[in-house]
T-cell receptor, first 114, second 113 residues
Framework: DTAVSQTPKYLVTQMGNDKSIKCEQNLGHDTMYWYKQDSKKFLKIMFSYNNKELIINETVPNRFSPKSPDKAHLNLHINSLELGDSAVYFC?????????????FGPGTRLTVL | QKEVEQNSGPLSVPEGAIASLNCTYSDRGSQSFFWYRQYSGKSPELIMFIYSNGDKEDGRFTAQLNKASQYVSLLIRDSQPSDSATYLCAVNRPGSNDYKLSFGAGTTVTVRA
């Protein structure tokens, strides 16, 4: 299947732990993104990579660190998890860093911090 | 002022009616506009995008853009129960190195059978 995939789908962990979420796309896209969707369904961009290069780094605590080993993968590592990190995290990809740019979303990872 | 604002809803329409969703944006430099549909517990999926003033139709969906008024809308004709979802308006402002999408908070639509 051609798609954007994420693992894990659900993640439940204790405050203070460190966790990672992985994302892979086999669409041949150049650009990948991480979004956070909070309990009010507001979707906000966190990071974007274009061909493994960090393009967008929004105002996100430095406990969040993205890593792109190649242009098909973008992982998100979170240190010292806090209650407020509980949300759904979506990975997305788009064909290229040009206008207009259509983004395709992965299934999401629901993170619950206890 | 939020970058992208949508009518908060929820919007309840009878089956077969037209659902009208509104979105305003604050940045006059915005150039492309997207409507995503998100079913409960699922990821956003693109319905359509528009970047020229006027109307753009795709099946039962029509997007309307008025850049002078900084307004974009989505009409869903002949609404079906399967259209029940949250609709997200997203705006893209191409800049020197900034193609990020800014999303509205979404409007939840319920189509009554």
């Amino acid at each position: 299947d051609t798609a954007v995939s994420q693992t894990p789908k659900y993640l439940v962990t204790q405050m203070g732990n460190d966790k990672s979420i992985k994302c892979e796309q086999n669409l041949g896209h150049d650009t990948m993104y991480w979004y956070k969707q909070d309990s009010k369904k507001f979707l906000k961009i966190m990071f974007s990579y274009n061909n493994k290069e960090l393009i967008i780094n929004e105002t996100v605590p430095n406990r969040f660190s993205p890593k792109s080993p190649d242009k098909a993968h973008l992982n998100l590592h979170i240190n010292s998890l806090e209650l407020g990190d509980s949300a759904v995290y979506f990975c997305a990809s788009s064909p290229k860093w040009t206008f207009p740019d259509t983004q395709y979303f992965g299934p999401g990872t629901r993170l619950t911090v206890l | 002022q939020k970058e992208v604002e949508q009518n908060s809803g929820p919007l309840s329409v009878p089956e077969g009616a037209i659902a009208s969703l509104n979105c305003t944006y604050s940045d006059r430099g915005s150039q492309s506009f997207f409507w995503y549909r998100q079913y409960s517990g699922k990821s956003p999926e693109l319905i359509m995008f528009i970047y020229s003033n006027g109307d753009k139709e795709d099946g039962r969906f029509t997007a309307q853009l008025n850049k002078a008024s900084q307004y974009v809308s989505l009409l869903i004709r002949d609404s079906q129960p399967s259209d029940s979802a949250t609709y997200l308006c997203a705006v893209n402002r191409p800049g020197s190195n900034d193609y990020k999408l800014s999303f509205g908070a979404g409007t939840t639509v319920t189509v009554r059978a």
